[in-house]
């Protein structure tokens, strides 16, 4: 069972694709670590990636896919698969359907956990850090009793750039620019499946793992 869940920045999907995994026992493979990890152990298509990063190249979508691949034939991966992360355009998405019909596979599933752009801004944008002890806070889920003051130690609180609103407008706008037509691309062939991201954690969780085990049981 192949899976790609989809969300923007700031709606919990790395989280939520590793709760799922490890509640149905699906394999998370997050492009991001398959980097990480093929550059780690100098594998011959890490070297290849690295060759393209060197130039300041992107890495061609052929690079990243046949990395997924020799990451999806690994046992854990049998029951099924959640990509996080890939694909994230629709040159990805195309490419990564030519390759599953191929081998006589398919995406079966799309989950989008979807967040309200206010809302998205509002967790990115909204991190304090206290400058003495590093204590975190946020302006909306976990605000200090007095504003710009840590709580633990009295010490003054400051954003990172990272963490800064401006910051967070720009990575929803590559993000609504780039990702987010996959909603509709998906949408057409039928695949998708929606599910509010603004709830609990673990409403998100059971949501999502109950939209994958009814369609386990269609199977
Ligand atoms: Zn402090």
Redesign the pocket.
């Known amino acids: 069972m192949y899976i790609v869940l989809l969300g923007a920045p700031g709606a919990g999907k790395g989280t939520q694709a590793s709760r799922m995994a490890e509640q149905i026992g699906l394999a998370h493979v997050a492009s991001g670590d398959l980097f990480r990890e093929a550059l780690s152990n100098r594998t011959e298509l890490g070297l290849l990636a690295k060759s393209y990063m060197d130039r300041g190249a992107l890495v061609p979508d052929e690079v990243t896919i046949r990395m997924i691949f020799e990451r999806v034939a690994l046992p854990d991966c049998a029951k099924g698969v959640i990509l996080d992360g890939f694909p994230r355009t629709i040159a990805q998405a195309e490419a990564l359907d030519r390759t599953l019909a191929g081998q006589g596979k398919n995406i079966d599933l799309v989950l989008y956990i979807k967040v309200s752009e206010d809302e998205l801004l509002s967790r990115l944008g909204g991190r304090w850090l206290?400058r003495?002890?590093q204590?975190p806070y946020h302006i909306k889920s976990a605000p200090p009793k007095v504003a710009g003051v840590?709580d633990?130690?009295g010490?003054e609180l400051y954003q990172r750039t990272d963490d800064s609103m401006e910051t967070a407008r720009n990575r929803l706008v590559v993000y609504f620019d780039q990702t987010a037509p996959l909603i509709e691309y998906y949408q057409t062939k039928g695949k998708l499946v929606e599910v509010d991201g603004e709830q609990e954690i673990e409403a998100v969780t059971r949501e999502l793992v109950d939209v994958v085990r009814a369609r386990q049981v269609q199977k």
């Open positions: 206290c003495r002890c204590a840590c633990v130690c010490g």
